[in-house]
């Protein structure tokens, strides 16, 4: 699926999807944070139908979108004003796919968990090799599973509110298979580099977080029309957060190998897919 704009309801955006119907191109609506996304599936038609939304725009009033309402509207179409709460909880649910929401919610009932009183034997079967006591090392699950450990509201609420945001529009947008290449590689080797660096207490998703900023940052720059490009204010935030976490400015243990380790596999990850992968 390729965005070619926004509009801040789906009210007004359908009669732009019905005057783009009379020219056979497919559009459909998918709810964001502020409005709808406008959807096609098809790249050859990007320019046309982009052209069309930016008039749109500017003439939103213009007679032929009434006319192609009339010709080409769906009357099973559903305009939603229903309870703004439930409204959220959609917004919730569309913004991101399976695997973002089942790795949101694994790490919740995990933290939920650990605060209902089963930190100890969660940590002990969860954290990295020789966190607790010597492990075997057939127990290959350690170099991943520390990313799901979070050790306070603000460690979790953090990396989820990332998680859920890039990782939806991610999985939306590209597909399931990048963002479990993601999930799988910058889980694991950023845990291996924050073991070498700082040994091996430590946890969280931010080396995934931390991939997944990548990616969107380089797959936003290099191929605009994915939709899942990050204003820049929003990396560089991410990336003096990066920077900060060397200062122990503010007196948290921060696992900064992590951080690094899980940049460089989405900016990687993020130049092969540009360069690789259809849209």
Request: charged share 15%; glycine share 10%; with cysteine.
């Amino acid at each position: 699926m390729i965005e070619i704009g926004r509009l801040p309801n789906s009210r007004a955006a359908q009669a732009l999807i019905d005057y783009l119907k009379g020219l056979n191109i497919s559009c459909e609506l998918m709810p964001t944070e502020q409005g709808v996304a406008l959807m096609i599936r098809e790249q050859q038609h990007f320019e046309r139908a982009h052209r069309e939304y930016l008039h749109f725009i500017n003439n939103p009033y213009d007679e032929k979108y009434l006319a192609a309402s009339w010709e080409n509207g769906d009357t099973h179409t559903k305009l939603d004003y229903g309870n703004p709460s439930l409204q959220l909880v959609s917004q919730f649910i569309t913004g991101a796919g399976p695997l973002t929401l089942a790795v949101f919610f694994t790490c919740v009932v995990i933290y939920a968990a650990m605060n209902l009183g089963f930190a100890k034997p969660i940590f002990e079967q969860l954290s990295f090799f020789g966190a607790t006591a010597p492990n075997s090392a057939t127990e290959f699950w350690r170099l991943f599973t520390p990313s799901l450990l979070h050790f306070s509201a603000m460690h979790i609420i953090f990396n989820l509110l990332w998680w859920w945001y890039l990782g939806g529009k991610i999985e939306n947008k590209i597909g399931l298979a990048p963002l479990f290449i993601l999930l799988l590689v910058g889980g694991t080797l950023p845990n291996i580099l924050q073991y070498f660096i700082a040994g091996p207490q430590f946890g969280g998703l931010s080396g995934v977080v931390y991939a997944v900023v990548g990616y969107t940052w380089i797959m936003g720059h290099k191929r605009p029309e994915s939709g899942i490009g990050l204003p820049p204010a929003y990396i560089g935030f991410m990336l003096l957060w990066l920077v900060l976490g060397f200062t122990d400015m503010f007196g948290l243990s921060i696992a900064n190998g992590a951080h690094v380790g899980g940049l460089i596999v989405g900016v990687i990850q993020g130049f092969i897919d540009s360069k690789t992968r259809k849209i």
